[in-house]
């Protein structure tokens, strides 16, 4: 079991760095739902496109780091992930106050979710190996 998990959480930071290169290099397709807005549509931060590819690497990084089976590492990451889905109760995760934008119902059905996930898969594979 543990190794199907590795593989599922393994295939989302392959997929997760690629989409990241795939906005980096000029596509659009759902960038506007995965990047914080104000109420008024503002964007909280634009992300450069170096940026987008440092975060592309990273998240194909934590593939080795659960692959390897780096228990103090994957323990991070559960942390890391966990962290994400609980938010910071304004803009980002499941406490959120501003509810209303594109990108607030995008991370409350999809983001914060796959973060729980992960960081839920990710402490039972820390814990299993």
């Known amino acids: 079991m543990i190794n199907n ?6 295939l989302i930071f392959i997929i997760l760095g690629l989409i990241h290169f795939y906005w980096a290099f000029g596509r659009t397709i759902a960038l506007n739902k995965v990047i914080p807005t104000t109420t008024e549509g503002i964007k909280l931060f ?3 496109k170096s940026l987008t590819i440092v975060v592309g690497i990273i998240l ?4 080795y780091i659960v692959v390897l089976e780096m228990k103090s590492g994957i323990t991070l ?3 890391l992930f966990f962290t994400r889905a609980v938010g910071d109760f304004h ?3 499941f ?3 501003v509810k209303s934008t594109s990108f607030a119902l995008y991370d409350t059905k999809y983001l914060s979710p796959l973060c729980l996930y992960l960081a839920i898969s990710l ?3 820390a814990y299993n190996v």
């Open 5 to 10: 998990i590795i593989i599922i959480d393994s």
């Open 46 to 48: 634009n992300p450069a």
């Open 60 to 63: 194909l990084s934590f593939t």
């Open 77 to 79: 990451l559960a942390i």
């Open 91 to 93: 803009h980002i995760g």
């Open 95 to 97: 406490f959120k106050k």
């Open 123 to 125: 402490a039972f594979t």
